[in-house]
């Protein structure tokens, strides 16, 4: 029997908007409900989770295309992608996930697919909002107490409790699957 994919839901904003602070503040709450999070984060700059002098960088040194690594707690797989020209797309990457033990998965970036998603705005960067831009964005995180309309539901940006609110209350309108359209703009 397949296992349902979990509802995906975004944080998007330009670098430096706090959308992984908020992330960070919104996983325990969410945690605290009895959701099973995982996350996806995209990063623009090259990254290694590895370091030299370690076995299993050593072994992808030496040539191996797949390295798992893993203990009691947890385990990683690397996979190098060399030949890859450009990032790999957002379905790509959450087919590598286990949906089996996830009720939600949150992205940070991807920005430009289309998936419900959540814009972090903050007011001193200076910057226009998205969402005027994208009818995926569901809700905009903003410390600016009103938005230009129109605009979708505004959270604060310092409330993750509200957030998490919110993120609940949009989960319970998914049920386990579907990140079908239809079903983003019900806010």
Known sequence: MAVAT??????????????????????????????RVGCLKHAH???????????????????AEQVLVASRRR?????????????????????RLDPGGLDLVLVEGF??????KIEVH??????????????????????RPSLPAPAPPRLALDDPEAVAGFVVEWLAGQGRGGRGRSAQRRY
Do not use: N, Q
């Open 6 to 35: 979990p509802p995906v839901l975004g944080f998007v904003a330009p670098s430096g908007s706090g959308k992984t602070t908020l992330l960070c503040r919104l996983l325990p709450r969410l945690r605290a409900r009895g959701l």
């Open 45 to 63: 700059h090259r990254f290694d989770v590895d370091h030299p002098g370690k076995d299993s960088f050593e072994l992808r040194a030496a040539g």
């Open 75 to 95: 385990w990683a797989l690397m996979v190098e992608t060399p030949e890859a020209d450009a990032d790999p797309d957002l379905d790509t990457l959450l087919a």
């Open 111 to 116: 920005k430009h697919a289309d998936y419900a």
């Open 122 to 143: 903050r007011s001193a960067l200076g910057l226009a909002p998205l969402y005027p831009e994208d009818p995926a964005i569901i809700a905009v995180a903003s410390d």
